[in-house]
Each structure stands twice: as structure tokens, then as C-alpha cells.
């Protein structure tokens, strides 16, 4: 059985718990381990690097050195956790910047092992290294998806790599293995506003909004993604851009792991999809669930 040092991150255990319980019930599922990272902390990806590139580093470094002392390869579901964990890891194989990194983990009473891991994120394990088609129990024929990869998830590409980072297909492909149609969504890598969504409100909400319109146009059942801070934007804030706009949605947004989840044929409420803010119900009577 394939392990994992399992990096929930601060959103999968407060607004995106329904991406955490998928991940681990569909990991599950498929037979891989995850054994969550003891003592993990924030990786900073939000705020920190704002203040210090170094501390920024470091805070992420922290999570990689723990799972190198459990010497497994650190899997992240949140795109942002990922791609900031990426980036520590690279830079720890940096003299120059790991020796300004270790003087923090030091200060932190860490020590980076010498194990070689590598730092994964669930839609490329998912991809890459697992056969879902096999599994596949209950096909989501008849469900339109606009899969959606944010700024984050496949950029740049010498931190991720395992996928394009102008016109990426992981999920996409992940949705057809499943039995879903998935839509011509153009606006994929678009950024949603979700970074500045305190600061300047009414330019997230446009952003947000054109996402909304063209998944709307193109007869998208749900939107799928798997990051917690765009997810904020197309689900929470949904009802916020409809009354100001007054315009209507009532868009489902779903993690790219609870589809998989229900193709494979696990109980919705075991995936945690009753924890959305946007009832999924439509999709869920679509597929006659």
C-alpha cells in the first residue's frame, strides 16, 4: 500500500472540511495511506511572505522537514498549501536560500532529515499515479463539469510540472475517467480575486463573477476545482455577487475529490458534500443520488 505524510493545512480543517473528509475517504478507497504530518503548522501561504520571504519560507519548510523525518513524500490537497511546500522544498536544495531557511527552523528547534522526499498534490497523484477508471462503481453520465485550476494549482511550472500551466487537463481528464461531461471552460486559469477579496471587494467580485457567467453559459452543473481560497470566492461569496449584480447562479461548487468520490461509488454524506454552502442537491438528483 502507497503512503503519504498527509499536509491538511489550515482550510481543510475549518471552511473546506468537506475537501479534507473527500481526500481522505476516497484516498482510502483507492488504497493509499495517509499518515497525517504530526505537529504541522501553517505554511504561511496567505500572509507571511507579505512580511518575510525568509520566515514565509521557513513556515512551509517547517511541514517538509516534519515529513522527511517520516520520510515519506508530503501530499497536499489545498493548491496553495502545494505549491507553497513545493516551493520550500526547492528552495531547501538552494544553498543560499537553505542556509537562511535553516536559521529559522533552527530558532524553531527543526532539523531538515536528508531523506529525499518529494512534495505531491492529491489531483496529480490522482492523475498520474492511481487507476480510477477501473474503479469507477457509479458513472456520472448526464453531469455537465467546468473544471476549474485557478492561478495556483499548475504554476509556475518549474515548481509543479506535472501538468500544463497555461491550458492544464489533470481534471478535466480526472471528470471524463468519472463519466462526467466536461465543458469547454476557457476561464480555467483565470484568477478568481480570491487574494485581494478583503482589499479590493468589488474587483474580486467581477473576477469572480465572469467565472460564474460563463461556467453559467456553457450549462455547467457544478464547478469543480480543488482550492479552498477560490472555492471561498465561487461558493461563499455567491449569494454576495447575486444581490449585487442581481443576477442568479445557484452554481453548485464541488472539490475535484468528492466526484470522484461518488463515481466511485461512495455514500454523499460520507464525502461530506452536505457541508456546502451552495446546495448540491441538483447535482446529486441528477445523478439520481
Known amino acids: 500500500m502507497k503512503k503519504y505524510s498527509y499536509y491538511p493545512g489550515c482550510s481543510l480543517h475549518t ?26 503548522s501553517c505554511c504561511g501561504g496567505s500572509v507571511a511572505a507579505g512580511v518575510s520571504h525568509d520566515m514565509g519560507m521557513a513556515m512551509a519548510a517547517r ?39 535553516m536559521a529559522i527552523l533552527s530558532e524553531m528547534g527543526v532539523n531538515v532529515a536528508d531523506y529525499n522526499i518529494r512534495v505531491r498534490n492529491v489531483v496529480d497523484v490522482l492523475v498520474n499515479d492511481l487507476d480510477i477508471a ?18 495556483l494549482l499548475t504554476r509556475p ?29 476557457r476561464s480555467k486559469t483565470k484568477c478568481c480575486g480570491g487574494p485581494i477579496l478583503v482589499s479590493k471587494q468589488d474587483v474580486a467580485f467581477d473576477l469572480t463573477k465572469k467565472l460564474l457567467d460563463e461556467a453559467k453559459s456553457l450549462g455547467a452543473d457544478c464547478i469543480v476545482l480543488a482550492c479552498p481560497l477560490c472555492d471561498t470566492n465561487l461558493e ?54
Open 236 to 289: 461563499l461569496r455567491q449569494s454576495d455577487i447575486e444581490k449585487q449584480y442581481n443576477v442568479s447562479y445557484n452554481l453548485p461548487i464541488l472539490y475535484i475529490t468528492e466526484i470522484i468520490g461518488l463515481a466511485l461509488g461512495i455514500k454523499p454524506g460520507k464525502l461530506g458534500i452536505n457541508k456546502h454552502i451552495v446546495s448540491p442537491k441538483p447535482v446529486l438528483k441528477k445523478l439520481g443520488l
Open 134 to 151: 477501473s474503479r469507477v462503481k457509479k458513472p456520472l453520465t448526464g453531469l455537465k463539469v467546468a473544471c476549474y485550476y485557478g492561478c
Open 15 to 40: 471552511t473546506a472540511k468537506e475537501f479534507d473528509i473527500s481526500t481522505r475517504v476516497v484516498m482510502e478507497e483507492l488504497g493509499i495511506e495517509l499518515e497525517e504530518i504530526k505537529d504541522w
Open 157 to 185: 511550472a518549474d515548481i509543479t510540472g506535472w501538468d500544463s500551466p497555461m491550458f492544464p487537463t489533470s481534471m478535466d481528464r480526472l471528470s471524463e475517467i468519472c463519466g462526467a461531461q466536461v465543458v469547454d471552460f
Open 63 to 101: 511541514n517538509v522537514a516534519l515529513a522527511q523525518k517520516q520520510n515519506l513524500d508530503l501530499l497536499a490537497s489545498c493548491s496553495g498549501c502545494y505549491n507553497k511546500s513545493a516551493r520550500a522544498l526547492k528552495a531547501l536544495k538552494q544553498p543560499t536560500e537553505k542556509d537562511r531557511i
